[in-house]
RNA sequence: GCACCCAUAGCUCAACUGGAUAGAGCAUCGGUCUACGGAACCGAAGGUUAGAGGUUCGAAUCCUCUUGGGUGUACCA
């Protein structure tokens, strides 16, 4: 029962006969922001003034009065400007929050489905998982589960990058400096070795030569940054240039440093620097190797095939932990046969033309063109993700596809979507699904101290960890009368402390950035899983001490009667559930589900402290309250769920 | 240089996409309860929504400019 669409198809009927478009003005209904105004408030009639030629309070009283609404609501209240604020019947809320709480949806209805593919998480494989790995694969999985639930058809693909220069890296640092006693112990640990090393050497390589250049600059940066300085110091017109100056100068330093970092890195350690020394020209040697295994070279093409199951099986324990699991991967190489054809395919069609010795699709309204094949032959990402979308119109025939990537390859997607409705893909809506970058607390890109990026895994253990520290600190077990194994104990920390980890990401608006602090997240107080969670866990503890069986079969004979405001407030939330999960893909937002969750458990921690289940004052209030506390559980564990997050009875 | 994004309470973030007195959580201060597990509840304080104009019944939200930050920008992904 979605109570807003049923409201705006009330107003619908209403506004048919009055107005050109009565739908283009429902969605002017919503839920109140101030209870004081009602349930719900119409900001139709103020919208309506131009084409009615009426004062609005005039065009409000005109709906209210075609409007049939009184089996849902009480009379409609025109406030304001011309605000129709509503307010539902109790025995309305009543009876639809039992009918939900007998559903297993809680009367969440299947919609016209769509078919949509959403494309995320998407790491490279043979690069450690880190923190900007989050974001992606957890909002995408959101995503998946709340369409999935509410009936659309959905393809979930992971876009591995499993076929990029990082392959050239290591298979050059495994034909190199292998350690073959630990790549035969430990082969995860010895192929990100290889990788970061080869990687720090072309960084070095890359540096060292600039150094002097970055150094001069510096200087000429200070020089003119004093010129400026000096000039505005008699000129207030010439204050801007000194901003700007100073601003030049420290990007100049910015940069030196960064130069140096990677030159001291290598420098600081012989060995290293021997390395660099006897392996010049890295990276055109490591880009000889990757199209080496393009090309189909044997032995790199065999060590691709031995690295990969490794990689993939490192990648696979942190989806496991996280519970994510994906209907395909197609990988990047997976696509590898069909890039030649689909460029000759655009060549033939005139689509793409050559430029600078470059294979490019000029698109209207973009300075530079989209390359899809390079001076020396090779392909790019563009190319793959432009056959990816032929592949998938081709075989899953999608409405919609999803791509939940960072904001920095906006100007990418703007590109390949731009080219893939150039080629003929019109019909499909493709969206990018940008995201913030995952910031620490010194509101810059999270890193260790030292600039080097924290594994995944490693945070994963450490939420758990404080989980476990803060939910089975003993003093507090022994205080809540919990006695529990250590089996359970372990499995609530998991829980929680994953679950930390996804809220925290989730109920972050997806376009901002956000400070990723495990502390907080796992404080365990506050807008965090772990309250709604424990919430959930007290509404458990309640249904269990009760004597009454009650459950989704046997919840319809528990009638819903409201003895006080807390009991209404919170009825009138669990009934929104659908509202909110419509809410929350409608732009693709998970964080509105999950600000939603966190108000019901706010709002289910009220009547906690002012409705007394077990005790209250007659039979018939006490089940009523059973019901409640039901309902809420079953809102609160679906609801969850739909975020990949778990709960427990006890914590 | 050009393009895009951002700036909201001391801190971390919201604001249903133009609605009524801008809300939460931390932190601070004060209060409640011999009720179902004190990770509880209630209250106070905290704001010229970076600044200046404009659009209209109405602006944190849309437009213009200014300031300060971020990101991207022809052969990496």
Not at 135 to 160: E, K
Not at 361 to 389: N, Q, S
Not at 440 to 468: H, N
Request: overall charge negative.
């Amino acid at each position: 029962m979605q109570i807003l669409s049923l409201i705006r198809d009330r107003f619908e009927k209403a506004l048919t006969g009055l107005v050109v478009d009565p739908a283009s003005h429902t969605q002017r209904i919503t839920v109140a922001r101030d209870s004081r105004h009602g349930d719900y408030q119409a900001n139709i009639a103020m919208s309506l003034k131009a084409e009615m030629g009426l004062p609005p309070q005039q065009i409000a009283a005109e709906i209210v009065a075609r409007l049939q609404i009184d089996d849902i609501c009480l009379p409609p209240e025109i406030a304001g400007p011309g605000f129709i604020n509503l307010k539902l019947r109790d025995d309305f809320l009543a009876t639809q929050v039992t009918l939900s709480a007998t559903d297993s949806r809680f009367g969440v209805e299947a919609i016209v489905p769509r078919r949509y593919v959403i494309d995320y998480s998407a790491p490279n494989v043979a690069k450690p998982m880190h923190v900007g790995h989050i974001r992606s694969t957890v909002i995408g999985d959101a995503l998946v589960r709340i369409l999935r639930f509410l009936g659309h058809r959905v393809v979930s693909d992971n876009h591995l990058g499993d076929w990029g220069t990082q392959f050239g890296m290591i298979i050059y640092g495994y034909k190199n400096f292998v350690n073959e006693n630990g790549f035969a112990e430990n082969p995860v640990a010895e192929l990100s070795r290889l990788y970061r090393l080869v990687q720090q050497v072309i960084g070095y390589q890359d540096a060292y030569p600039k150094l002097a250049k970055a150094e001069a600059a510096v200087l000429d940066a200070q020089q003119l940054y004093q010129a400026a300085n000096a000039k505005a110091a008699s000129d207030p017109k010439a204050k801007a240039g000194a901003k700007q100056a100073a601003k030049s100068l420290r990007a100049a330093e910015e940069l030196l440093e960064s130069l140096q970092q990677k030159v001291s890195a290598i420098e600081s350690e012989p060995a290293l620097e021997a390395i660099a020394q006897n392996h010049q020209n890295l990276e055109q040697k490591v880009q000889f190797e990757t199209a080496k295994l393009h090309a189909g070279d044997t032995t790199n093409l065999e060590l691709w095939n031995k690295f990969l199951p490794i990689s993939i099986s490192e990648i696979d324990s942190v989806y496991r932990r996280l519970n994510i699991n994906f209907d395909y991967t197609y990988g990047e190489s997976f696509y590898h046969e069909m890039l030649e054809p689909l460029v000759s395919k655009l060549v033939v069609a005139g689509m793409a033309v050559e430029s600078e010795g470059a294979t490019c699709i000029f698109l209207p309204g973009f300075e530079a063109p989209m390359i899809v094949r390079k001076r020396d032959g090779a392909f790019l990402y563009a190319t793959t993700d432009l056959a990816t979308i032929e592949y998938r119109m081709q075989h899953f025939q999608p409405d919609v596809i999803l791509y939940v990537v960072d904001h920095r390859q906006g100007e990418h997607f703007s590109k390949l979507f731009a080219a893939a409705k150039a080629i003929g893909y019109e019909n499909v809506d493709l969206q990018h699904i940008s995201f913030g970058t995952v910031l620490g607390s010194d509101g810059k890109p999270f890193k260790t101290r030292s600039g080097s990026v924290i594994g995944l895994e490693y945070l994963l253990d450490e939420a758990v960890d404080r989980a476990y520290q803060a939910v089975c600190d003993p003093q507090r077990l022994q205080k809540a009368g919990l006695n529990m194994p250590e089996e359970e104990k372990r499995h609530i920390a998991n829980t929680v402390g994953l679950g930390a980890i996804k809220f925290a990401d989730l109920s972050h608006n997806r376009t901002s950035d956000y400070e990723f602090n495990t502390e907080k997240m796992v404080q365990l107080e506050g807008n965090t899983s772990a309250y709604i969670q424990y919430m959930y866990a007290r509404a458990q503890s309640i249904m269990k001490k009760s004597d009454s069986q009650i459950s989704r079969e046997s919840v319809a004979g528990y009638s819903v009667i409201f003895a006080e405001s807390a009991e209404r407030d919170l009825v009138l939330q669990l009934l929104q559930f659908e509202d909110a999960l419509h809410q929350s893909v409608e732009a693709y937002y998970p964080s509105v589900l999950a600000s939603y969750l966190y108000s019901v458990a706010k709002q289910f921690a009220v009547f906690f402290d002012q409705c007394p289940v077990l005790i209250a004052s007659t039979e018939q209030l006490k089940r009523s309250r059973l019901a409640i506390c039901f309902s809420t559980s079953e809102v609160l564990r679906l609801g969850l769920s739909l975020l990949g997050i778990g709960t427990v009875d006890r914590m």
